[in-house]
């Protein structure tokens, strides 16, 4: 009995949305933050009132301005990441599921 | 004797703010490392152990409302124990308050104090030779203070702002003390006691207890609203007193209350010791009853349908109860209103309140007054009906009449209130609530280069040209302290984060591959299964075919876009810049101020605590 060989590109398992791992890896991100936010506000009540001046005060708020702004600027990096990863990793996990694939038959007719 | 090893008045004050703030027993023994540390310059060498009066089964002491905590401290060479005991803090407080101190009815927080340190001292293990000295603010003042004339409980009492001791409290407690009263102004009737000259029984009072003064020491700010109250009679202040003025800007209340006559005092004792005695005798709700006629304890647990009956049923006797009891309550209130020009101007006058609060204030407290008679009239015409009827329900009409005639009045009431309120008095009241606690005593205490602000150390920095700098040096110590932990548990949490990006990423990507792998095998293994896929893709008819073999031709690309690495050092690279951006700031601080001022010393042994 003769047999045929076709070819088709197959989804071999549903697709599944995986966003919700943004989520999981945020919270990460969030735990981060509230260890800065105790840190800063250890450093907040030091110099009594914010109208003091001096050199010295001057440059340690400047200082701690600056490391305030660089550590928002890494989260706000990371959560970019994040989003573009998870975003990245479901079209991969998407395109694995298809394969192409060939098929043989018989037909028994013939 | 060696000196005590909490020592200094600002030590002892801080030790006392401690006792409100909540703490576990580990944070208090930190917190007292800390204050030591801060205070002496040194480390505190020794152990500490806690005990508070919440973790004795006491029902006595659970029951009177008092709450203290003991402090063991042992440095080998010197042993002492330090009994926090807490100020006013909640309703059972207050009512305690006018029991003990306006009516000099109880001493039950003071007894309470006694079998808690006994607890203590067993739970120490300590003798009788460790000194035990009482600290104390506010109510906490009589507690211990009546505690160690009565029962020789402590020592030592150090007190600041204290609810002074009062005469007839003790006369009604210490039977040795009412004997020598007795003796001393010949009666037999205790109830006599409050007919006595109150400058006589003040004076008798201080030289009867005056052995034991010198154990107690007081620091009293003029401003302190009980300072001002304890001219009234009844108060006696014992021991050696250090009198600080906290807030210069005002004079304090003392001679405005030494205004008022004494007969007028002597109504509000009365009222209160109806009050102590029917609670006394049958809890609060009777000390309510007492006052103005109506049972609310009856109407606990009550709503809806039950307690509208309850109402009903109950009307004519609460009306009645009422009309009887409010006339006496009215003269009391009358007493403030009849006087309010007095006590209000004189408020103005010492600048604690602005002209037009004045006037809003006492124009609206007459208002109030007037209203408070128009209740009085409403029930009194009300029973008179009732009686001349003889029928204790007066119809539905007159009813809802009288009820209306009431709620108008008490809408009035409010109204007044809330115009009194609006001018802003009571806010601008508040200062004398500050001048009692303990942040205004610490802040009146600065000594050169040091003061503080709350509970916390402030130096003032005068190496600098210009303008002297104020740093909280406490504030500066905790972050010197807690700092390096939060780094370390954000480094932590950066690993967590690498892991997670691990599990959620690389070994998520793997689970999915080997489920597409599992399904490939299946499909190789067993093409027969998959029939649908001829049908699928148009190969009709299906019934004449077989699938033989499926062949997948399967291609995997490695995950992209998985890579954090960058990310992940900028994290850890801030960890590392933490760490020096504290001792840069160690640095600045320093630089502040003058080596002999040990600040670098104080940052050293900080870490050490």
Request: charged share 30%; net charge negative.
């Amino acid at each position: 009995m003769p047999q045929f060989t076709f070819s088709v590109t197959e989804q071999l398992i549903p697709n599944q949305d995986y966003t919700d791992k943004k989520k999981q890896l945020r919270i990460h991100v969030d735990n981060m933050r509230a260890d800065d936010d105790e840190f800063y506000a250890l450093i907040n009540n030091i110099i009594v009132g914010e109208d003091q001046k001096g050199k010295i005060i001057d440059a340690m708020k400047k200082e701690t301005t600056a490391r305030k702004d660089r550590d928002e600027s890494i989260y706000t990096d990371v959560i970019s990441k994040i989003n573009k990863a998870v975003n990245s990793f479901n079209e991969q996990v998407a395109d694995m599921k298809k394969q192409r694939l060939s098929v043989t038959y018989e037909d028994k007719t013939e | 004797m060696s000196e005590d090893i909490i020592s200094g008045s600002e030590f002892k004050t801080r030790l006392i703010d401690l006792g409100y703030k909540d703490l576990s027993s580990e944070e208090l023994k930190f917190n007292i490392r800390q204050i030591y540390m801060e205070e002496n310059g040194e480390l505190l060498k020794a152990d500490i152990k806690i005990l508070k009066s919440s973790d004795i089964e006491s029902d006595f002491v659970k029951d009177s409302g008092y709450d203290g905590i003991a402090v063991h401290i042992d440095t080998v060479e010197k042993e002492e124990v330090y009994v926090i005991s807490e100020g006013t803090q909640d309703l059972p407080d207050w009512l305690y308050n006018i029991k003990a101190m306006l009516a000099g009815q109880t001493i039950k927080q003071a007894q309470a104090t006694d079998v808690f340190v006994q607890e203590a001292k067993k739970h120490f293990n300590v003798d009788d030779n460790v000194e035990v000295n009482g600290m104390s603010h506010s109510l906490a003042h009589n507690n211990n203070t009546i505690a160690l004339l009565s029962f020789n409980t402590f020592d030592n009492v150090y007190s600041v702002n204290g609810a002074q001791l009062n005469y007839y409290q003790l006369f009604n407690t210490d039977f040795r003390f009412n004997d020598a009263v007795k003796n001393e102004f010949s009666f037999n009737n205790d109830d006599e006691v409050y007919n006595l000259s109150p400058q006589d029984l003040h004076d008798f009072a201080m030289t009867y207890y005056k052995d034991k003064a010198d154990r107690i020491d007081q620091v009293i700010s003029t401003d302190d609203p009980l300072y001002a109250v304890s001219v009234v009679r009844g108060f006696f202040t014992l021991g050696s007193i250090t009198m600080v003025d906290t807030n210069p800007d005002v004079p304090g209340l003392r001679e405005l209350i030494a205004d008022i006559p004494d007969n007028v005092i002597k109504e509000f004792q009365e009222l209160a010791i109806d009050f102590a005695v029917a609670s006394n005798e049958g809890g609060t709700n009777e000390g309510v009853k007492e006052l103005i006629g109506i049972d609310v304890g009856a109407f606990k647990d009550k709503e809806g349908m039950e307690l509208a009956g309850h109402i009903i049923a109950n009307y004519d006797t609460m009306v009645r109860a009422l009309n009887e009891k409010l006339p006496p309550l009215l003269d009391r209130v009358q007493t403030v209103t009849a006087n309010s020009n007095e006590i209000f101007g004189s408020l103005e006058e010492a600048g604690y309140i602005t002209e037009r609060q004045k006037e809003v204030t006492i124009d609206h407290l007459t208002r109030i007054e007037k209203s408070l008679i128009d209740i009085e009239n409403i029930l009194k015409d009300n029973v008179n009906l009732r009686d001349k009827l003889n029928n204790p329900f007066l119809g539905a009409g007159n009813e809802i009449v009288t009820i209306l005639r009431l709620a108008s009045n008490l809408v009035e009431i409010y109204m007044s209130y809330m115009e009194i309120e609006k001018t802003g008095i009571l806010k601008r009241l508040e200062s004398i609530k500050d001048s009692h606690g303990l942040q205004e005593m610490l802040s009146s205490m600065s000594d050169g280069l040091k003061s503080y602000i709350g509970a916390d150390m402030i130096y003032t920095s005068t190496s600098t040209k210009g303008e002297p700098i104020k740093v909280n040096i406490s504030a500066a110590l905790r972050m010197y302290q807690k700092s390096i932990p939060i780094l370390e548990a954000k480094s932590t949490k950066i690993s967590n984060f690498e892991k997670a990006i691990k599990d959620e990423l690389d070994e998520s990507y793997k689970d999915e591959k080997r489920k597409v792998q599992d399904e490939i095998n299946q499909m190789e293994s067993s093409p027969s299964s998959y029939r649908f896929l001829l049908s699928k893709h148009g190969y009709y008819p299906t019934f004449n075919k077989e699938i033989k073999s499926i062949r997948i031709h399967e291609i995997f690309y490695p995950l992209e876009n998985n890579d954090f690495e960058e990310h992940l050092e900028e994290l850890k690279k801030s960890v590392e810049s933490g760490k020096l951006y504290i001792e840069k700031y160690r640095n600045a601080i320093e630089d502040l101020f003058e080596e002999e001022e040990n600040v670098s010393q104080l940052f050293d042994l900080s870490r050490r605590i």
